[in-house]
């Protein structure tokens, strides 16, 4: 998931503690988009946890109240 920022810079996100299936793997394109229907446009948390070997910041996403 890629979220922007509150400087307006775009931020890669791996979810933490998920098991989804990935963008070519059989539903990944309906995991993706059930999770675009929840977050899109919304303001979200990030509580992270780690940086993966490709520099994506791997933690838990929360909806903001």
């Known amino acids: 998931m890629t979220v922007l920022s509150p400087a307006k810079q775009q931020v890669k996100i ?3 503690s998920i ?3 990935e963008k070519g793997q059989p539903y990944g394109q309906n995991a993706q988009k ?4 929840k977050v ?3 303001e979200v948390l990030i509580k992270s946890n780690d940086k993966d070997r490709y520099w994506r910041t ?4 929360m ?3």
Not at 34 to 37: G, I, K, P
Not at 58 to 61: A, I, L, M, Q, T
């Open 14 to 16: 791996r979810l933490d």
């Open 19 to 21: 098991d989804a299936p």
């Open 34 to 37: 059930a999770l675009a229907d």
């Open 40 to 42: 899109a446009g919304r």
């Open 58 to 61: 791997v933690g838990v996403v």
């Open 63 to 65: 909806l903001a109240r």
